[in-house]
């Protein structure tokens, strides 16, 4: 390690990695989302949580669970994540107010109710968090399986109930949990017109508070060296993805980029790291003798490995940089940088 406490093989190592190809990650690689999805998972299980026991996480807490999650590499969605710390504090729950939630609770709704149905202690729920973090290592469906396993019958059946009401991750994006999401991401105006529908009403939307890492002057080099062959795929909307990255979406070829409602299209029913996605792609760039992928998270690695290409990690965005890098760098990532704006140093 470096006395910054980054790896020693941060912005060195392949020094003059030979590509003629990249794709990019969009969330925490060119755009910052620390103020956005990151805070969206935080106001959407609060919202969730308050509206049904009259309490809240600490935000820094939800956030933790945010990032830790991530580290595992099996929560690229971020409905993933507040599925998680929701069913997890929903857990802590006595039985008698779970009852009471569950009464309450009326599977397909799109509604939140407007008194809470019961009243719960928020170090509960917070330490009920903590064991939920423990089960959830392994992704979704298998944390799911193991908070249900690690209930009696009778607290089984209130929290399948509870998990029938958030409809997800059944229903996924048309689940009420899902819908709460997106409204505090995309805002209530903007969310009415993606959706059809409000749940909550009066958000002004997190995407709001995006920035962009990527500049132009990089993307303008980066085209020029690779012939225009530079794409996108990310776990975000396309919609979401225009609005934050403006004309700068003119640099990818149109063809080269994979969103989230691309995945029915393609017929592909998981996210990252299925190497599908980034191999759509880069089918869509050729010819090229070696591409690269650049990203954040250890499903971007895993993905762009299992589909051939180079990984190039980025860190700066993340809470604890240097555990990161190293991470990406463990996982394969032929460098890490602090930002997309370092590639020009590293692309030959």
């Known amino acids: 390690m470096t006395s910054a406490g980054l790896p020693s093989r941060a912005c060195r190592g392949f020094s003059e990695l030979k590509v003629d190809a990249v794709v990019f990650d969009v969330d925490g690689t060119l755009v910052d989302t620390r103020e956005s999805y990151d805070r969206a998972v935080v106001e959407a299980a609060n919202l969730i949580l308050l509206s049904l026991t009259g309490a809240s996480l600490p935000e820094q807490e939800v956030l933790k669970a945010v990032y830790r999650l991530r580290m595992t590499g099996f929560y690229n969605l971020d409905w993933d994540t507040a599925y998680v710390v929701v069913m997890s504090a929903l857990a802590g729950l006595s039985e008698e107010a779970l009852a009471e939630v569950a009464e309450e609770a ?201 589909a051939g290409a180079y990984f190039i990690g980025v860190y700066s965005t993340h809470p604890a940089p240097g555990e990161l890098a190293s991470k990406l760098l463990e996982l394969g990532a032929a460098v890490v940088v602090p930002t997309v704006n370092e590639l020009p140093k590293v692309i030959a």
């Open 106 to 306: 009326k599977p397909g709704s799109f509604s939140l109710p407007s008194k809470p149905p019961a009243r719960a202690d928020s170090t509960a729920m917070l330490r009920s968090l903590q064991s939920g973090l423990e089960l959830a290592a392994g992704g979704v469906a298998q944390f799911t399986r193991r908070l249900l396993s690690s209930c009696s019958s009778r607290r089984l059946k209130l929290l399948a109930k509870v998990r029938e009401y958030l409809g997800y991750p059944e229903r996924s994006a048309d689940s009420l949990l899902a819908s709460v999401f997106d409204e505090v991401y995309y805002g209530s105006t903007r969310y009415l017109k993606l959706a059809g529908r409000v749940v909550v009403g009066g958000r002004p939307g997190l995407i709001e508070r995006e920035k962009l890492i990527v500049e132009e002057r990089t993307l303008r080099w980066l085209s020029k060296a690779t012939g225009g062959r530079l794409g996108i795929v990310s776990g975000r909307s396309r919609a979401s993805a225009e609005e934050v990255l403006g004309h700068l979406m003119s640099y990818f070829n149109p063809r080269a980029t994979v969103f989230t409602e691309d995945l029915a299209r393609m017929g592909v029913r998981a996210s990252k790291p299925d190497p599908r996605l980034l191999e759509a792609s880069l089918r869509a760039l050729e010819p090229f003798t070696a591409a690269a992928y650049v990203g954040d998270s250890p499903e971007d690695a895993e993905m762009a490995l299992r």
